[in-house]
């Protein structure tokens, strides 16, 4: 795996706190997660060859942990592309607004749980990554 590109996303090592129980790792709002958890979600029975996501948020940053099994995400911040596997619930993936996301490679057993830091609103995701690259470029240049 690459560098990460720290102001669009970044991975999160989350603690793991084990004993001879098993373990257990805990999220909290503003401390290990880097805003106020507003919202979560997860993703499962993803079938096998689908491509999710494929899209980016004009404001949402969000943080990704597969708590079971494995994906892979590929991120785009309009001038780099990255892809990035989550195999292990102790490993976050923070992800900035403007960020293009595409989901794939779910195994079979895979749940993907999602923190973000707002409440679902339709109108904050861009669905054309043309329309992205133009705001991107728009912004920044
Ligand atoms: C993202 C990636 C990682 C809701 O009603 N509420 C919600 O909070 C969400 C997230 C989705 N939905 C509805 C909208 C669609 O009818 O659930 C359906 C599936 O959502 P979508 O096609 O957007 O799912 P993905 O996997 O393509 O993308 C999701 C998130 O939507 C997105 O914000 O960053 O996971």
Redesign the pocket.
Known sequence: MGQTNASSWQLIELQSMGDERGCLTALESEKNIPFAIQ?V?Y?YGTLPNIR????A?RD?Q?V?ICVAGNCTFLLDDGYHRQEIVLDSPTKALYMNSMTW?E?FDFSHDCVLM?LANHH?DESDYIRSYEDFRRLVYANYS
């Open positions: 919202r979600y993703i999710r996501g494929l899209h948020h949402l969000q990704a996301r989901m999602v679902y």
